[in-house]
């Protein structure tokens, strides 16, 4: 069964450019996560998706966002990128839509350099 | 809000030694506790997690943890580490009862040869 996957693996970009990123969860996986990793701050949660809907969000602004598709894969974008926008972004997916009492399955992340 | 707090950002210790990292959880009702592990180079992957029942939880590769309530603590130990548990360590917990989940800032461990 192939794990999570995320594209591209590595972007740069410069300041106030937007990027697109994708993630593919796990077959028959319907929750997908996303993270933002930065050294020194761990991961900081910025959204939840289950079935099409988000169902959390977490304290980042509007330039963040996402969405989910109908056989699960999700895209994040940011706009207007900012030099502190400078991370690993990791998706997540788990089996249901109870995903505080699942396993997350990490994909590998994309490592977004802003310039 | 519920955080979930990792006390050693860096420890450094030789094969043998006994581990023991601290975390500590806010929330007070039921909750689900988790330890993840991120190897150099790897995905994030579970190392152990806790739903209820026995609060002593054991792992992957010799790994335990204590979920302690009154002390809102689950702290991951092993009692002889290996060079091969180099990684960096998260704890997380869900931020509320169904709520997502947040992890800790994590603890970067390094084992000397």
Not at chain 1, 77 to 90: I, R
Not at chain 1, 109 to 115: D, E, I, M, Y
Request: proline content about 4%; hydrophobic content about 30%; aromatic content about 12%.
């Amino acid at each position: 069964k192939a794990g999570v996957t995320q594209t591209p693996r590595y972007l740069i970009k410069t300041r106030g450019q937007q990027v697109t990123l994708s993630c593919s969860p796990i077959s028959g996986h319907r929750s997908v996560s996303w993270y933002q990793q930065t050294p020194g701050q761990g991961l900081q949660f910025l959204f939840e998706y289950f079935s099409e809907t988000q169902r959390n969000k977490g304290n980042f602004p509007g330039r963040f966002s996402g969405r989910q598709f109908s056989n699960s894969r999700s895209e994040m974008n940011v706009s207007t990128l900012e030099l502190g926008d400078s991370a690993l972004y990791l998706c997540a997916s788990s089996l249901g839509h109870r995903s505080t009492n699942e396993k997350l399955f990490f994909g590998s992340g994309t490592q977004l350099s802003v310039l | 809000a519920q955080s979930v707090s990792q006390h050693n950002h860096h420890v450094i210790l030789s094969e043998a030694a006994s581990l023991e990292l601290g975390c500590n959880y806010s929330y007070g009702g039921t909750v689900n506790l988790f330890w993840y592990v991120q190897y150099p180079g790897q995905h994030l992957q579970l190392l152990l997690k806790y739903f209820s029942g026995d609060p002593l939880v054991k792992g992957i590769k010799g790994f335990e943890a204590e979920f302690i309530k009154s002390k809102f603590s689950f702290n991951l130990r092993k009692p002889s580490v290996q060079w091969s548990d180099t990684a960096e360590y998260f704890c997380a917990a869900p931020q509320n009862r169904d709520d997502k989940i947040i992890f800790g800032k994590g603890t970067r461990l390094h084992i000397l040869p």
